[in-house]
C-alpha cells in the first residue's frame, strides 16, 4: 500500500472515531438531560409517617385521649358499649358541680342509706354539703353519697340518670353512652364506651373545682356519725406514683370487670387514659401505665398562632389567636389554609386537624360615589328667575 492511501486511511479512521465518539457523547447529555427533565416535573416524593408501634395490652377496651386537643393517639375497641363501674362517679360529679350550690345542705334519705357497696357510711337523716358528698362521691367512690346528690338535684334516681343523659349528650357531646344511675352499680342497661368516658373525663377537667377534687390524694371526712381520714383508691396518686398524674377514678363490680380513669400531664401534654373490663387490677393498673408511656414518648402537643402565621389572611378569615395540635415527636408539621379550612398535616399529607374559618364580613361603603357629582342650589337657580312657560328641557322642549 503506498504512503498515501495508508494516510488517507488513517485520516477517515480518526475521523470516525471523531463521529462516534460525538455521538456517544450526545447519547449521554441527552440522556441526563432526560434524567433532570423528569426530576423536575415529577413531585417530590415524601416518605410516610411511622406511626409508632402500639403496646399489647389486656384489658377489653381502652383509649389513649390527649386533654387539650381531644386527639385520639390509641384505641382498642373505642366505641363498643360496657359497663363502665364507678367510672359513672365521674359523670355525676361533673353534672353536680355545674348543676348544684356546693355550699347547700343535703340531707340523706333511706334510699341513699341503703345503697350497698362502698360509702362513707351515711345514715338516714344525716346531713352534709354538696361539696363534702362530691368529695367523697370521687374520693371514696361512695355509692351511698350518689344516692344522696342525685335526689338532692332531680328528686330522684331515676329523674337524676333522665337528667344526667340529656346533660351528657347534649353538654358533653357523647352518643354512646346511657346510665341508669348516678354510681355505676350494675345495670344491664347502664353503658358507655371507652372514647365516651375519656371525652366525659375531658368535659370534667375543664372545671377546676372537678379538677380539685379529682386529684385529692387524702380527705378528712367529718360526718355526724362517722370520721375518718380517706385515701385515694387510684394507685399511680400514691402508693405507686407515676410521674404526672393528676388525677383518676377506679372501678368494678363483677359484670364490668376492672375498670380504670387516669388523667397525667408532662409540660404541654395532658393524656386521658380509660382502660375497660380488665380480668385483674393489676392488669388494669399494667394497661394504663403502658398506655401513658406509649403516649408521653411518642407525641406531645404543641401551640400554634395563627395570626402570626397567616398574618396576611387577616381581613379574609376571623383567625383563632391560638391552636393546640398533638403531633409524633420528630416529625415535620405543615400548615395551610385552603377552601375556607385550617389545615395542620405532616409531611405526608396526613392530616392531624383541621379547622373550619369564617370568612371576615366586608362592610358595604354607605358614601356616595365620587363620580356622582350631588346637586347644587346653583343648578336650579333659572327656575326662580324666568316665567314658567321658558322653563325648558332637552327630550322635551318647552313645558306648558
Same mark, same amino acid.
Given at each position: 500500500?503506498?504512503?498515501?492511501?495508508?494516510?488517507?486511511?488513517?485520516?477517515?479512521?480518526?475521523?470516525?472515531?471523531?463521529?462516534?465518539?460525538?455521538?456517544?457523547?450526545?447519547?449521554?447529555?441527552?440522556?441526563?438531560?432526560?434524567? &433532570?427533565?423528569?426530576?423536575?416535573?415529577?413531585?417530590?416524593?415524601?416518605?410516610?409517617?411511622?406511626?409508632?408501634?402500639?403496646?399489647?395490652?389486656?384489658?377489653?377496651?381502652?383509649?389513649?385521649?390527649?386533654?387539650?386537643?381531644?386527639?385520639?393517639?390509641?384505641?382498642?375497641?373505642?366505641?363498643?358499649?360496657?359497663?363502665?363501674?364507678?367510672?359513672?362517679?365521674?359523670?355525676?360529679?361533673?353534672?353536680?358541680?355545674?348543676?348544684?350550690?356546693?355550699?347547700?345542705?343535703?340531707?340523706?334519705?333511706?334510699?341513699?342509706?341503703?345503697?350497698?357497696?362502698?360509702?362513707?357510711?351515711?345514715?338516714?337523716?344525716?346531713?352534709?354539703?354538696?361539696?363534702?358528698?362530691?368529695?367523697?362521691?370521687?374520693?371514696?367512690?361512695?355509692?351511698?353519697?350518689?344516692?344522696?346528690?342525685?335526689?338532692?338535684?332531680?328528686?330522684?334516681?331515676?329523674?337524676?340518670?333522665?337528667?344526667?343523659?340529656?346533660?351528657?349528650?347534649?353538654?358533653?357531646?357523647?352518643?354512646?353512652?346511657?346510665?341508669?344511675?348516678?354510681?355505676?352499680?350494675?345495670?344491664?342497661?347502664?353503658?358507655?364506651?371507652?372514647?365516651?368516658?375519656?371525652?366525659?373525663?375531658?368535659?370534667?377537667?375543664?372545671?377546676?373545682?372537678?379538677?380539685?377534687?379529682?386529684?385529692?390524694?387524702?380527705?378528712?371526712?367529718?360526718?355526724?356519725?362517722?370520721?375518718?381520714?380517706?385515701?385515694?383508691?387510684?394507685?399511680?396518686?400514691?402508693?405507686?406514683?407515676?410521674?404526672?398524674?393528676?388525677?383518676?377514678?377506679?372501678?368494678?363490680?363483677?359484670?364490668?370487670?376492672?375498670?380504670?380513669?387516669?388523667?397525667?400531664?408532662?409540660?404541654?401534654?395532658?393524656?386521658?387514659?380509660?382502660?375497660?373490663?380488665?380480668?385483674?387490677?393489676?392488669?388494669?393498673?399494667?394497661?394504663?401505665?403502658?398506655?401513658?408511656?406509649?403516649?408521653?414518648?411518642?407525641?406531645?402537643?404543641?401551640?400554634?398562632?395563627?395570626?402570626?402565621?397567616?398574618?396576611?389572611?387577616?381581613?379574609?378569615?376571623? &383567625?383563632?389567636?391560638?391552636?393546640?395540635?398533638?403531633?409524633?415527636?420528630?416529625?415535620?408539621?405543615?400548615?395551610?389554609?385552603?377552601?375556607?379550612?385550617?389545615?395542620?398535616?405532616?409531611?405526608?399529607?396526613?392530616?392531624?386537624?383541621?379547622?373550619?374559618?369564617?370568612?371576615?364580613?366586608?362592610?358595604?361603603?354607605?358614601?356616595?360615589?365620587?363620580?356622582?357629582?350631588?346637586?347644587?342650589?346653583?343648578?336650579?337657580?333659572?327656575?326662580?328667575?324666568?316665567?314658567?312657560?321658558?322653563?325648558?328641557?332637552?327630550?322635551?322642549?318647552?313645558?306648558?
Amino acid at each position: 500500500m503506498e504512503k498515501s492511501e495508508q494516510m488517507n486511511v488513517l485520516v477517515n479512521s480518526t475521523i470516525l472515531s471523531y463521529i462516534q465518539g460525538v455521538i456517544e457523547l450526545k447519547k449521554i447529555t441527552l440522556l441526563i438531560t432526560a434524567l &433532570l427533565f423528569i426530576q423536575i416535573i415529577s413531585p417530590t416524593r415524601t416518605e410516610a409517617v411511622t406511626e409508632p408501634e402500639p403496646p399489647s395490652i389486656h384489658s377489653e377496651a381502652a383509649v389513649v385521649l390527649e386533654a387539650h386537643t381531644g386527639q385520639v393517639l390509641y384505641s382498642k375497641n373505642k366505641d363498643v358499649q360496657m359497663y363502665p363501674a364507678s367510672l359513672t362517679k365521674i359523670a355525676t360529679a361533673i353534672y353536680a358541680i355545674e348543676h348544684g350550690d356546693l355550699d347547700e345542705t343535703v340531707t340523706v334519705s333511706k334510699r341513699a342509706y341503703e345503697t350497698g357497696g362502698s360509702s362513707v357510711f351515711l345514715e338516714e337523716g344525716d346531713e352534709a354539703t354538696l361539696r363534702q358528698l362530691v368529695e367523697g362521691l370521687l374520693l371514696n367512690s361512695a355509692n351511698d353519697a350518689g344516692v344522696a346528690i342525685a335526689e338532692h338535684l332531680s328528686g330522684s334516681v331515676e329523674q337524676f340518670s333522665d337528667d344526667l343523659n340529656t346533660y351528657l349528650k347534649e353538654e358533653v357531646g357523647v352518643k354512646n353512652t346511657h346510665f341508669q344511675n348516678p354510681h355505676g352499680l350494675f345495670d344491664p342497661e347502664h353503658r358507655t364506651t371507652a372514647e365516651d368516658m375519656a371525652k366525659i373525663t375531658q368535659y370534667a377537667q375543664g372545671n377546676e373545682t372537678f379538677q380539685q377534687i379529682y386529684g385529692m390524694e387524702v380527705l378528712e371526712w367529718d360526718g355526724q356519725k362517722w370520721d375518718a381520714t380517706l385515701y385515694t383508691h387510684h394507685l399511680l396518686m400514691r402508693e405507686d406514683p407515676y410521674e404526672g398524674v393528676i388525677g383518676g377514678k377506679t372501678g368494678f363490680v363483677p359484670q364490668s370487670g376492672f375498670t380504670l380513669a387516669t388523667s397525667a400531664v408532662r409540660g404541654d401534654t395532658g393524656l386521658i387514659v380509660i382502660t375497660m373490663n380488665s380480668s385483674s387490677k393489676d392488669r388494669s393498673y399494667e394497661d394504663t401505665k403502658k398506655l401513658l408511656d406509649y403516649g408521653f414518648k411518642h407525641y406531645e402537643t404543641s401551640m400554634f398562632k395563627p395570626e402570626e402565621e397567616f398574618h396576611d389572611l387577616k381581613k379574609e378569615y376571623e &383567625l383563632p389567636e391560638k391552636v393546640p395540635y398533638t403531633h409524633l415527636i420528630g416529625e415535620k408539621v405543615e400548615k395551610n389554609i385552603e377552601n375556607n379550612r385550617m389545615v395542620i398535616s405532616y409531611d405526608d399529607d396526613t392530616e392531624i386537624k383541621s379547622i373550619k374559618l369564617k370568612e371576615v364580613k366586608k362592610e358595604e361603603s354607605t358614601e356616595q360615589s365620587s363620580d356622582v357629582e350631588e346637586a347644587s342650589w346653583k343648578d336650579y337657580w333659572p327656575f326662580f328667575i324666568f316665567p314658567r312657560r321658558l322653563w325648558v328641557t332637552e327630550l322635551f322642549g318647552e313645558i306648558k
